[in-house]
């Protein structure tokens, strides 16, 4: 298996740098939970599994800035840093003009040199898609979207409020102004098949995508999937990490070699936890998954003889 993460495509951009990301919170919400379509939010979605402590939505943006490199420096003191508008639906809820001036206050710190965004497919104007163009054009700019899944029933059912359709408009429309697209997706949502987990692969890589970041069902405390789960646990299938690993190869084969792997895991804080108790770290599972392919690459050798 050949190495292909986010260290390796940063450096396609940045080839003689420490490239770290800061995650930053500007206090968005998100329509699931403001009303607009929806209560409650995503039935998977706890916030605080994903947010670092720095990310404040009190503190402005130069302030979050400095602590998160306060966080970081001890590492690398030469480290250059990316802000991330991770928390929630980034682009939503201010307008494009208030968005502007985040953007823009950020890039003014001099070791900020680019700028990620986290959103939904439904919640990208598309005067903010011509700013970013623009400014696609002097410094490091990627849009993530939160994708999730490629099956409309799966979105239906875990309450994403868009359908496959429009993570798959804004991808192409966001790419052909020039600028960099991520997706998040999740493998093991409640209701599909392998085949169907499988068949994302297929979908994604028919859409002009840079990177994806794939991670495996968790049951988060204080969500309406938790309440199901406690209600209804024989909804959810989940995979031991063997059998996850051997999905993520089977996914990879199916998938783009243009698309690069920002991760296939994610961990969520042991004390929101509530299923599956992997007890493994990022750097075990992605162990495992090079032993995996190790191992089918040698049984394929030895079947071709």
């Known amino acids: 298996m050949e190495s292909s993460d986010f260290g390796h495509f940063i450096r396609k951009f940045f080839p003689e740098e420490k490239i770290q990301k800061i995650t930053l919170n500007i206090g968005s919400t998100c329509p699931n939970r403001d009303g607009s379509k929806g209560r409650g939010g995503c039935t998977y979605c706890n916030n605080k599994a994903f947010s670092p402590a ?18 970081f420096r ?5 480290m250059r840093y990316l802000a991330y508008f991770q928390t929630y639906t980034s682009t939503y809820g201010r307008s494009v003009e208030e968005l502007i001036a985040l953007y823009e206050e950020a890039l003014q710190h001099p070791l900020i040199v680019g700028i990620i965004i986290g959103t939904r497919p439904d919640c990208m104007p598309g ?3 011509n700013y970013l163009s623009e400014l696609s054009k002097k410094v490091f700019v990627l849009v993530e979207y ?3 899944s490629t099956s409309n029933a799966s979105l239906e059912r ?31 949502l409640p209701g599909e098949t392998y085949e169907q987990m499988l068949n994302h692969a297929r979908e994604l890589s028919s859409l002009p995508l840079s990177l994806l970041k794939v991670h495996q069902l968790q049951i988060v405390a204080h969500t309406p999937m938790a309440m199901e789960y406690a209600n209804h646990p024989e909804h959810f299938e989940f995979f031991t990490p063997e059998e996850y690993a051997n999905l993520c190869l089977d996914f990879l084969e199916l998938l783009s070699p243009l698309i690069t792997i920002d991760r296939f895991v994610s961990q969520t804080p042991p004390e929101l936890l509530i299923a ?4 493994l770290k990022n750097y075990a599972f992605t162990a ?3 032993k995996r392919a190790e191992e089918r690459e040698r049984h394929s050798v030895k079947n071709e003889k």
């Open 276 to 279: 599956p108790q992997w007890k």
């Open 74 to 78: 001890y590492k690398y003191p030469s």
């Open 146 to 148: 939160g994708v999730e």
């Open 127 to 129: 005067e903010l898609l």
């Open 158 to 188: 875990v309450k994403r409020g868009h359908t496959w359709e429009e993570s798959r408009n804004i991808i192409q429309e966001t790419a052909r102004r020039g600028i960099l697209v991520g997706a998040h997706l999740i493998l093991g």
């Open 288 to 290: 495992l998954l090079r």
């Open 54 to 71: 720095f990310a404040n939505a009190q503190a402005s943006i130069s302030e979050q800035i400095k602590k998160g490199i306060d966080f």
